[in-house]
């Protein structure tokens, strides 16, 4: 399993994702996972991988968290959650994905 950050240079929320992402990796008991960032440098390469919004999660490549209707760009993004909109999903909401991930690659 991998999961990748995708974000664009100074997002607000990077850290915010990336330390959900490891807080339902540690809730799950996935200790031997990759996570990485990328950083989406333009409109051209947001349109080319169909990035949607920083930051955006990636597990195995897939974004779980994709609203239909959504156009690639060079935007912050929104994420609703339980509590109400957010920078990033929750913990829970990560551990779901996961969860949901795991069960589909074993």
Not at 34 to 45: F, I, K, L, N, W
Request: hydrophobic residues 40%; negative net charge; glycine residues 10%.
């Amino acid at each position: 399993m991998r999961i990748e950050v995708e974000v664009v240079k100074e997002c607000p929320n990077e850290r915010l994702a990336i330390g959900r992402g490891w807080q339902a990796l540690e809730a799950a008991g996935l200790h031997n996972v990759d996570v990485v960032t990328r950083v989406v440098t333009d409109r051209t390469e947001a349109e080319r991988i169909g990035f949607t919004g920083s930051p955006t999660v990636l597990i195995d490549g897939e974004d779980l968290f994709a609203e239909a209707g959504r156009t690639p760009g060079m935007a912050c993004r929104l994420y609703r959650t339980p509590e109400g909109l957010d920078g990033a999903p929750s913990i829970g909401q990560l551990h779901h994905a996961l969860a949901t991930a795991f069960h589909h690659t074993v």
